[in-house]
Nanobody
């Protein structure tokens, strides 16, 4: 069982940066692929970024490549999402997710989810 708690959301202006954190419980954090998803009002939850358990490989949605960076610190059981040059259309609840094994981009593959953190980008 893995419990995930996100933090770091808030209200920022367009072009600003935010860093989200997701703290995980459990002693086998390094064996889990981690991902960030987001869900805007009235829209489906969508993939943002993912990282392998070892941290060696990362994956991004095309819309965030070059602006967002996912990373993890397995000693701290924490995964991060550095978001730069934020846009108003990226206003959403951002969720952290975990699954054993390989990183994927589908919400259906992830077993464990955090409660989400709100990111609001004003124009």
């Amino acid at each position: 069982q893995v419990q995930l708690v996100e933090s770091g959301g808030g209200l920022v202006q367009a072009g600003a940066s935010l860093r989200l954190s997701c703290a995980a419980s459990g002693r086998t954090f390094g064996s889990y692929a981690m991902a960030w998803f987001r869900q805007a009002p009235g829209k489906e939850r969508e993939f943002v970024a993912a990282i392998r358990g070892s941290g060696g490989s990362t994956y991004y949605a095309d819309s965030v490549k070059g602006r967002f960076t996912i990373s993890r610190d397995n000693a701290k059981n924490t995964v991060y999402l550095q978001m730069n040059s934020l846009k108003p259309e990226e206003t959403a609840v951002y969720y952290c997710a975990a699954r054993p094994g390989w990183a994927t981009v589908s919400t259906r593959d992830y077993e464990y989810w955090g409660q989400g953190t709100q990111v609001t980008v004003s124009s």
